[in-house]
C-alpha cells in the first residue's frame, strides 16, 4: 500500500491541524503548571505530566548519551540497508533492545531497570510480584475467585486482568532482575512487530521510517525499560497484525479475534487495538467490512472468556467491577475530568516525540485513515475519561500506531533530524526527571 499523497484540499488542514494541536498541548501544559502553582491538586505533580523534577547522574548516562547519538547518526542507513526485511528487522531489534537498557540505566546504573519491581521499595507495592503469593493453591482457584479477592491485591495486580499474574506463576518467576528481564525482552520485541504492520499502511521506505521513529520514541525507551505496559504493547500488536491486515478474509480476523482476547486478559486497554482496527476498516475497506471485524472482535472475546468461565469460573464482568471499585478509591478519583480531558492526550502526545507527534497530526490533517483511526480512539478514550493522566505509561500500545501515523508524512531527508530530536527528548527526561517506572 502506498503512502497517503498530499493533494490541495489537504495542505492546508495538514498545516492547521498540527499547529492547533501544538497550541491545544501547550496551552494545556500552561494551565497545568499554573494551577499547580496557584495551588490546585490535579493529581500529579507536574501536570499533565506523571513527573517530577529530580536530576540525578550515573556514569552510564554518558555511554547512553554516546549510543543514542550513533544510533541517531547510523539508523536512518537501515531505510535503504539492509534489503532483506529480516534482516532490518532483527537490527531494529537490537537497536531498541539497546537503547533500552542503556537508558533505561542512565539514572542508577542497571540497578535501575528492576528497582520498580524489588520488594522491599515503595514502589514494588503498587506492582505484580507481591500478589503472587495469590497463586500459591493454583492457578484455577485463583482464577475463579480474582474477582472476589482482587481488591485485597496490590493496585496493578487487580487494576489489570490476570494474565500477567499467571504468566509469572507458570514461569516461576518470583524475583524483580527475572521480572525485568521479561518485560524489556517482551517489550523490545514490538519493534520488529511493528515493520509488518506498518508494511500494511505504508510503502517499505515509509515503514522503515516508521519502526525508526519508535526504536527512538521517548516514552517507548523510558517506560520499554521498568514497565510491564511494555509487554502489554507487544501483545497488542499481535492482536493488531493480522485485524489490520485481514482485508475481509476469515482466518486473519479469526487469528486477529483470538489474539484480541487474550491480549486483553493482560490489559483492558488493549481493547482499544479492536477499536483502531475498526475504525481503519471502515475508513480503508466501508462499514460492512468495519462491521464484520467488530462482529469477529465480540465473538472472540465472547468465546474467550466464555471458555475461561467454564474451564475455571473466572468472572470477567466481576474483575472489571474489582478493579473499577479501586480505581474510584485511588488518585485518580480526584483528578479533575475538564483539566484530563485534555491533559491525558496531551500528555501521551509529547511523552512519545515532538516529532513523531508533529508529523502524526500532519496526517491527521491530511486525512490518512490510519492516523484518523488513532485519533478516533483517542478522542473516545479522552471523552469516556478511561484514564486521567499516566497516559505516557498506559497508551504506550498506541505509541507503535502513532508512529505509522507520523511515517506517512515524515520526508525521508528530515529523519536523521527527527531521530536525532527524539534522542535528545529521550535522554533529557530521562536525566532531568523522576518517574516510578
Known amino acids: 500500500m502506498q503512502v497517503a499523497t498530499r493533494t490541495p484540499r489537504t495542505r492546508g488542514t495538514e498545516l492547521w491541524v498540527p499547529l492547533g494541536g501544538a497550541v491545544l498541548v501547550l496551552a494545556t501544559v500552561a494551565c497545568g503548571l499554573a494551577l499547580t502553582a496557584a495551588g490546585v491538586d490535579l493529581g500529579t505533580a507536574l501536570p499533565p505530566f506523571t513527573l517530577r523534577f529530580r536530576p540525578r547522574l550515573d556514569p552510564l548516562a554518558l555511554a547512553a548519551a554516546a549510543l543514542l547519538a550513533a544510533g541517531a547518526?547510523?539508523?536512518?542507513?537501515?531505510?535503504?540497508r539492509p534489503r532483506s526485511p529480516w534482516r532490518f528487522a532483527a537490527a531494529a531489534f537490537v537497536l531498541g533492545l539497546a537503547l533500552r537498557v542503556f537508558l533505561g540505566s542512565a539514572r542508577g546504573g542497571l540497578p535501575e531497570l528492576y528497582s520498580v519491581f524489588q520488594l522491599?521499595?515503595?514502589?514494588s507495592a503498587s506492582e505484580y510480584l507481591p500478589a503472587l503469593p495469590a497463586l500459591d493453591f493454583g492457578a484455577r482457584l485463583?482464577?475463579?475467585?480474582f474477582a472476589q479477592v482482587g481488591?485485597?491485591?496490590?493496585?496493578n495486580a487487580v487494576g489489570h486482568p490476570p494474565g500477567l499474574l499467571l504468566v509469572l506463576h507458570w514461569l516461576g518467576i518470583g524475583g524483580a532482575r527475572a521480572m525485568a528481564a521479561l518485560t524489556i525482552g517482551a517489550g523490545a520485541l514490538s519493534v520488529p512487530l511493528l515493520y509488518p504492520l506498518a508494511r500494511g499502511m505504508l510503502d517499505e521506505r515509509h515503514a522503515r521510517l516508521a519502526v525508526l521513529l519508535y526504536a527512538f520514541a521517548p516514552s517507548a525507551l523510558i517506560y520499554g525499560a521498568t514497565s510491564a505496559d511494555a509487554l502489554y504493547a507487544t501483545l497488542a500488536l499481535l492482536a493488531a497484525l493480522p485485524l489490520c491486515r485481514a482485508r475481509g478474509r476469515a482466518a486473519p480476523l479469526g487469528v486477529g479475534a483470538a489474539a484480541l482476547a487474550v491480549a486483553s486478559f493482560f490489559s483492558y486497554a488493549n481493547l482499544a487495538i479492536g477499536a483502531y482496527a475498526t475504525l481503519l476498516a471502515a475508513r480503508r475497506e466501508g462499514f460492512r467490512r468495519a462491521a464484520a471485524l467488530a462482529a469477529a472482535c465480540a465473538i472472540g472475546l465472547i468465546a474467550f472468556y466464555g471458555?475461561?468461565?467454564l474451564a475455571a469460573g473466572y468472572d470477567p464482568l466481576g474483575a472489571i467491577q474489582a478493579a473499577e471499585s479501586v480505581y474510584r478509591e485511588g488518585v485518580a478519583s480526584y483528578r479533575p475530568y475538564a483539566f484530563w480531558l485534555f491533559g491525558s492526550p496531551a500528555a501521551f502526545l509529547v511523552a512519545a516525540g515532538?516529532?513523531?507527534a508533529w508529523f502524526a497530526l500532519r496526517s491527521l490533517g491530511a486525512g490518512h485513515a490510519p492516523?484518523?483511526?488513532?485519533?478516533?480512539?483517542?478522542l473516545a478514550a479522552a471523552l469516556l475519561g478511561f484514564t486521567k493522566a499516566e497516559t505516557e505509561r498506559i497508551y504506550l500500545f498506541l505509541v507503535p500506531l502513532l508512529c505509522i501515523a507520523a511515517a506517512a508524512s515524515l520526508p525521508e531527508e528530515r529523519l536523521p533530524a527527527a531521530l536525532a530530536a527524539l534522542a535528545a527528548q529521550a535522554l533529557a527526561t530521562e536525566l532531568l526527571f523522576y518517574t516510578v517506572w
Open 307 to 309: 471458555l475461561l468461565y
Open 354 to 356: 515532538l516529532p513523531v
Open 120 to 123: 522491599g521499595r515503595p514502589e
Open 73 to 80: 547518526v547510523a539508523a536512518p542507513l537501515l531505510v535503504a
Open 151 to 155: 481488591t485485597s491485591l496490590t493496585v
Open 142 to 145: 485463583f482464577l475463579d475467585t
Open 371 to 378: 492516523a484518523l483511526a488513532l485519533g478516533g480512539v483517542l
